[in-house]
């Protein structure tokens, strides 16, 4: 997997992304614009294009680093907690902050992604039956569990529709002004670059980065308030991505390793690739309407999942 | 008797047994020696029906495994491997009486239980028979779990690695325990064990396995040879003889 | 003699919750009230011990507590089947048996290929298929909301009926069709129930003690399946009912022995959903649903038992 190949692919696929839509603007009109398709470009196209770079980079990113801070390869904000911690903490702004700013929205969701990662990570030191494959049900369980916790809120409150189709991963509702919370994400793909070779150490184990003079403890921290963050701005600007942090960060270390310094860059690079694929494969498939980005993601992320365990399965049996 | 015939078994394309077949003779008691990785443990999993081989055939008595009635099975032949972590939370004596499962289908008669108090007897656990396991230590546990199988009264008693863990006093009075099973009950006792002297002070026969592959069988006096050992691990090991007792030299 | 002492006061608060349930209160005529209140009473009867008796199965099987056979994906593909007709067929939907019995067939038919391809290779590993089958539930689930997000608010609220279990509306022919259901399928199981205690022990042991481990196994998830398929099928999700119910008949019995834990979930199970049904209907009238309840506090349970220190 050459960077070389994944840029290209990227440059491409982000042109087709941009003259992609209802609104038809033909890549030869680019330097001669109507006043409305400028417009279109900006307020839309633009802001939808970047926000899928972000949002795959830095989610696969976030997935890249709980799996080395876990030492599991399938853990990921899907399956830790992460996401559905986020959610309940959105329905609980909701209910508590009606007139809450979006900011504040996300603070409140940012303290509940983060205290359920850090519950996950806990039961992951107590549990002591460490089997690969069991890590991820009990943390897919411990989703499930929190999940009743804000079914039962959004239930009382009639708010169970809404927080579904708020929270539905979903570009299309992307537009200038409504979108530039997504970068928060960039400066937090950059420190976790810069910290990259630090996860690697602390994915070697407590002893092991103690023994080598590491703060281990502080650095698990820093990787799971970058996760959590992440996470939350993603949520809040496009909706739930499903499995994209699980499926990207695999595919990279199976041909990268898992040196940080190394896979991350990729996995930031085919993460925005993955994303931006299935955004244009959702915008083609029942044009003029949508797919959903939750829902292409979800379908063939699950499916290169269960392809995923599949092959590792076959690997060692 | 049990025989192997041509076992082989392989993981994700990796063999891990490659034509084994060797015979274990009955009242005797047989060690499998090797390397790491020399396909002991599979091999004792294979002849035990914990594992299914690849190809050949395992014959208990003449008869093909698979033909076997898992329950008459059973009757016939126990296994222990080593690791013996259990979930449920039991005492001694009910561990010991599941032993009589295969017999009683868990309604235990008096007959039953006699059986099982003569095993508890047997290991010397009388005094802890009612503490839990989680209770003791990790040789009081391995030997309740051997307190099991010979409550299980079968003909054939298999054991991978049973003296895993364990200190010298338990080793010993364990290793003590089966000599006894072969000698006064006329048990056939098959063993995995990493310790060349316990196989060679204790065991009729030997079985040595690398990569794979039987390299080597015979009796104590065929097998604790410089140039046997050498054959299977490898190394110049020196034998001297201590209190009638073939003890081998390979600290150094 | 003190398991006999516990199990009878189970069964003592059991039916003294259900006499509660059927007598106090009684407002409007006798003949009206009473036979609803009954049937109600039947069918937590039902699925509250199906429930409570497939949990425990499966994490004995599973050798693991913490475990539910609700995971496997049953109840996010039940889910997807009932939004998936609410969002073709709208308003004119399915009749109630229909749709009870195809949703029981399309579960089967989800458990009999996901079995398929987990046992058709030997040795593969029981959380590997329950975490196949969580992932397809997962995707499942996303093509579930990808439908609500469209379905029009009115009829959104009739999938949201279905999310939740409820007692109240059970229609007495389907009543009487699970009846039979559950009771062919307990009388198949009973030839199973002597090698519980030694599946507990673990495979190795089971296999050691002549137990057809593959043979057992493999009947027993089936049995699961059809339980929890029929039980969701007659009254909706609940998916941490058995998950409770289990763990609580363990901690409460303290013993080994299946008989007595079965018996012990089953009677706790009712406990948990007459008592839960008499919250829901007298205390917060309606305000909110039994399953959403069970479901809380069956969480926070759960996670109760993952942060304590577990000997899993």
């Not at chain 1, 990227?10 to 006043?35: A, Q, T, Y």
């Not at chain 2, 594992?51 to 126990?78: F, H, P, T, Y």
Request: hydrophobic letters at 50%.
């Amino acid at each position: 997997m050459k960077k070389r190949y994944l840029l290209i692919a990227l440059v491409l696929l982000s042109f087709v992304s941009l003259f992609l839509g209802v609104k038809n603007i033909h890549p030869l009109d680019l330097f001669r614009l109507s006043e409305e398709q400028l417009q279109v470009m900006l307020v839309s196209r633009i802001p939808r294009l970047v926000s899928i770079l972000v949002a795959g980079a830095a989610l696969s990113i976030s997935g890249l680093i709980m799996q080395q801070l876990s030492r599991n390869k399938f853990v990921s904000p899907t399956t830790a907690g992460t996401d559905d911690a986020a959610r309940l903490g959105i329905l609980v702004a909701l209910m508590l902050f009606t007139s809450a700013s979006l900011i504040e929205k996300m603070i409140v969701a940012f303290v509940f992604a983060l205290a359920g990662t850090f519950v996950f990570m806990k039961i992951l030191d107590r549990v002591k039956y460490k089997d690969a494959i069991f890590i991820p049900l009990v943390g897919l369980m411990f989703g499930n569990v929190i999940g009743s916790l804000t079914t039962f809120f959004a239930y009382k409150n009639n708010l169970i529709q809404n927080i579904t189709a708020w929270l539905q991963g979903d570009f299309s509702g992307i537009l200038s002004g409504r979108y530039e919370m997504i970068y928060i994400s960039i400066p937090l793909v950059i420190v976790a670059y810069l910290f990259a070779n630090k996860f690697t150490i602390a994915g070697m184990g407590e002893e092991f980065a103690i023994n080598l003079g590491l703060k281990h403890k502080q650095i698990v921290n820093i990787g799971l308030v970058i996760v959590a963050l992440v996470s939350v701005v993603v949520m809040l600007t496009v909706g739930l991505i499903p499995f994209l942090g699980l499926v990207v960060p695999n595919l990279v270390t199976i041909y990268a390793g898992d040196n940080l310094k190394k896979s991350l860059p990729l996995t930031a690079m085919l993460g925005a690739l993955f994303v931006l694929f299935c955004d244009i494969l959702g915008r083609i498939l029942i044009y003029p309407y949508e797919v959903p980005i939750g829902l292409t993601v979800g379908v063939i992320g699950s499916g290169l999942f269960l392809y995923l365990l599949i092959r590792r399965k076959a690997h060692d049996a | 008797m049990i025989e192997a015939k041509h076992l082989s078994k392989s993981y994700g394309g990796k063999p891990v047994v490659e034509g084994v077949s060797l015979r274990v003779e009955k009242g005797k008691m047989t060690s499998f020696i090797g390397p790491n990785g020399a396909g002991k443990s599979t091999v004792l999993s294979m002849i035990s029906r914990l594992l299914a081989q690849d190809s050949g055939e395992v014959l208990i008595e003449g008869k093909e495994i698979g033909q076997w009635k898992s329950n008459e099975l059973a009757r016939k032949i126990s296994i222990l491997k080593q690791s013996n972590h259990i979930n449920v939370r039991l005492t001694v004596r009910e561990l010991v009486s599941f032993g009589r499962f295969p017999y009683s289908q868990g309604k235990l008669t008096a007959e039953d239980w006699k059986h099982v108090d003569e095993a508890i007897r047997y290991m010397d656990m009388q005094d802890m028979q009612g503490k839990y396991l989680d209770q003791l230590s990790g040789g009081q546990n391995q030997r309740a779990f051997i307190a099991m199988v010979i409550a299980q009264n079968t003909e054939y008693i298999l054991l991978d690695e049973p003296l895993n863990n364990l200190d010298m006093k338990h080793s010993v009075q364990i290793m003590k325990v089966l000599r006894r099973l072969v000698d006064e009950l006329g048990k056939t006792v098959v063993l995995v064990i990493h310790d060349i002297n316990f196989a060679s002070c204790y065991s009729d026969h030997i079985v040595a396995l690398k990569e794979g592959k039987v390299v080597r069988e015979g009796s104590v006096d065929e097998m604790i040879t410089t140039e046997a050992l050498k054959q299977i691990y490898e190394m110049d090991i020196a034998i001297q003889s201590i209190n009638g007792n073939r003890i081998c030299v390979y600290f150094t | 003699m003190t398991h006999k002492w516990k199990l009878g006061s189970l069964a003592a608060a059991a039916v003294a919750l259900i006499a509660v349930f059927l007598f106090a209160n009684m407002i409007g005529s006798f003949d009206y009230v009473f036979p609803r209140r009954v049937f109600k009473v039947l069918a937590i009867v039902m699925t509250g011990g199906a429930i409570a008796f497939a949990t425990l199965v499966f994490q004995t099987i599973t050798n693991n507590r913490i475990l539910t056979p609700s995971i496997i994906g049953l109840d996010s593909l039940y889910m997807l089947l009932q939004t998936f007709v609410i969002f073709a067929f709208g308003s004119m939907s399915l009749s109630a048996e229909l749709n009870f019995i195809f949703s029981i067939a399309l579960m089967m038919v989800f458990v009999a290929l996901l079995y398929r391809l987990m046992f058709k290779r030997e040795g593969r590993n029981l959380y590997f298929l329950l975490l196949v089958g969580l992932v397809l539930g997962t995707l499942f689930g996303s093509l579930s909301t990808f439908m609500q997000v469209l379905i029009d608010p009115n009829e959104f609220m009739r999938v949201q009926d279905k999310m939740f279990a409820s007692f109240n509306n059970i229609r007495t022919d389907l009543l009487l069709f699970a009846a039979i259901g559950l009771a062919l399928i307990g009388l198949y199981s009973m030839r199973f129930m002597k090698f519980l205690d030694v599946l507990a022990l673990g495979r190795e042991q089971a296999v050691n003690l002549g137990i057809p481990y593959d043979y057992t196994v493999k009947r027993l998830l089936i049995i699961v399946a059809l339980l929890i398929a029929i039980s969701t099928a007659l009254v909706g999700p609940i998916t941490f009912l058995g998950l409770l119910v289990a763990n609580v008949a363990h901690q409460f019995m303290k013993t080994y022995r299946h008989s007595l834990l079965i018996a012990g979930s089953m009677l706790i199970s009712i406990i948990a959903l007459v008592g839960g049904q008499l919250l829901v209907e007298r205390v917060f009238t309606f305000s909110t649903t039994l399953s959403v309840i069970i479901n809380f506090i069956g969480g926070g349970y759960f996670l109760y038992l993952l942060l304590r220190e577990n000997r899993t």
